[in-house]
């Protein structure tokens, strides 16, 4: 299975990014796909979790601001991201699994991209 990311950039405070990451491989068929983000330093925290059939969290602090969307059938996930802050500034990873639950941890991912840099200046 892999996961290929791509979309990250450089942008300016209040601007908008659009990330996208596609699956393939064999026959996983990554009901669950999830946006993760690692700034410097600091721990990988989750963004987003996407299901089947429009099943979709947020992160408290991306809610209202970026908003996530999966085609299903292109095993691909979308992550828009408006008002991007500094504090957004970070890389961002795609992680998928099988199954129904919208899981918010590093540990339930089993498969992860190689993962896009975001920054945004002040």
């Known amino acids: 299975v892999q996961l290929q990311a791509s979309g990250g950039g450089v942008v300016q405070t209040g601007d908008s990014l659009r990330l996208s990451c596609t699956a393939s491989g064999g026959a996983f068929s990554a009901d669950i796909m999830a946006w993760f983000r690692q700034a410097p330093g600091k721990e990988r925290e989750f963004v987003s979790a996407l299901g089947r059939r429009g099943m979709r969290t947020y992160a408290d602090s991306v809610r209202g601001r970026f908003t996530a969307n999966k085609d299903d059938a292109a095993k691909t996930v979308y992550l828009q991201m408006n008002s991007l802050q500094p504090e957004d500034t970070a890389k961002y990873y795609c992680?998928?699994?099988?199954?129904?639950?919208?899981?918010?941890?590093?540990?339930?991912?089993?498969?992860w991209g190689q993962g896009t840099l975001v920054t945004v200046s002040s």
């Open positions: 992680a998928a699994r099988d199954g129904s639950v919208l899981y918010r941890v590093v540990e339930r991912y089993p498969y």
